[in-house]
């Protein structure tokens, strides 16, 4: 019970969503984390939470989405000063470094990120015929806070030797062995397909795959491409080694199931049990990795069974009791591409579509509880 007169500030699940614009169902399962802050009181059938224990817990968890969250603030630190002052790229590499207690971005990888759009073009060059006079590019207060300060992609942090609870992976994805080099190198697709396999000891996604991630942004598009008018020249699209290598260490390592493993191992027995997953169904060919809807799955689990597919309710109940696992990707969880509905890898839909048969086809007479006659 909070105490009369208390002084603590407290939040719930939905005032958790609606501060650090993420999805509830993003709040919902944070709150199941085993180091999220426990609840103070209850209000109703919802718990309620110390509003400062949640913000803490985010800054160390998901300093990305936190940042969100601290609206009007500098959640950062940066020094003050004015919007119109002129800073260098070292100079923002450096208080890059000091807010995320790091050291300092290199120069070469904030020139990647002006390639690709992340942090603007200078606001001022040598040069240039205005006033003061500067010697290099140099860019206002405003501009690099704002790179500063962007909502960025943001992954657990977890210490040495925890595994993350959304994940079951025999290797995180940062202790995979990349061979070293400039961050400026560029490497060819291929390459970056020969380096994946090589660092994850599977094959790495077909071409035609790759090409599908870069269109829906899970694999950022080349930095190089003939004609772009740098040097050096190149005669086909290429990356910037730092690019390649932060695509290969945000790939998931394994299927996300989107299930405990309690309920992955009961789903399995339970398979086990009525004879399997069927392996005689014809489904849509692609990669592992695709997204799909609920709808989709529904229309591939009709097509493929013959029969239609439950409703979206009762597919909703499903989840709630293990025999359909729960979307690998909700809305404002954090990870790349964006999604604006609750989404399967097409692993994860593939195995609840193929589960076993039960009971007899629709349409039957003893169905209909009619005599056989």
Do not use: C
């Amino acid at each position: 019970m909070i105490p009369e007169g208390s002084e603590q500030k407290h939040t719930n699940v939905t005032l958790i969503s609606e501060r650090y614009d993420v999805h509830r169902d993003t709040a919902y399962k944070w709150t199941g984390e085993e180091s999220f802050p426990d609840p103070v009181d209850r209000a109703g059938k919802a718990d309620v939470y110390d509003e400062d224990e949640v913000d803490e817990w985010l800054r160390k968890n998901f300093p990305g989405v936190w940042i969100k969250g601290q609206k009007g603030r500098n959640p950062l630190g940066l020094p003050a000063g004015d919007a119109r002052d002129l800073l260098t790229l070292q100079r923002i590499g450096e208080l890059e470094g000091r807010a995320f207690h790091r050291d300092a971005t290199d120069v070469r990888t904030l020139r990647t990120y002006i390639s690709k759009g992340t942090l603007a073009r200078p606001d001022r060059k040598a040069g240039d015929g205005q006033k003061p006079e500067v010697n290099e590019d140099r860019w206002f207060r405003s501009t690099a806070y704002a790179y500063l300060n962007r909502p960025r992609r943001t992954r657990r942090q977890t210490t040495v030797g925890e595994q993350p609870a959304s994940e079951q992976q025999p290797q995180a994805a940062g202790d995979l062995e990349l061979p070293g080099g400039d961050d400026q190198d560029l490497l060819t697709l291929e390459q970056i397909r020969a380096i994946d396999t090589a660092a994850r000891g599977r094959p790495a996604p077909q071409p035609a795959t790759l090409k599908i991630y870069q269109r829906d942004g899970r694999m950022p598009r080349p930095d190089r491409v003939p004609g772009d008018g740098e040097e050096p020249a190149v005669d086909e699209p290429m990356w910037y080694r730092s690019t390649a290598y932060g695509f290969i260490r945000s790939r998931p390592a394994t299927r996300r199931t989107g299930t405990s493993g309690a309920e992955q191992a009961g789903s399995e027995r339970k398979a086990q049990a009525t004879g399997g997953l069927r392996d005689d169904l014809e489904l849509p060919g692609g990669d592992e990795e695709d997204l799909l809807t609920l709808e989709q799955i529904r229309a591939i689990d009709t097509a493929a069974r013959g029969r239609p597919a439950p409703k979206a309710s009762t597919l909703q109940v499903y989840q709630s009791d293990g025999r359909m696992p729960r979307p690998d990707r909700v809305p404002g969880d954090g990870e790349e591409p964006a999604v604006d509905e609750p989404m399967w890898y097409r692993s994860t839909a593939y195995r609840f579509v193929r589960r076993p048969a039960t009971g007899r086809p629709r349409g039957s007479k003893v169905a209909r509880g009619e005599s056989r006659g």
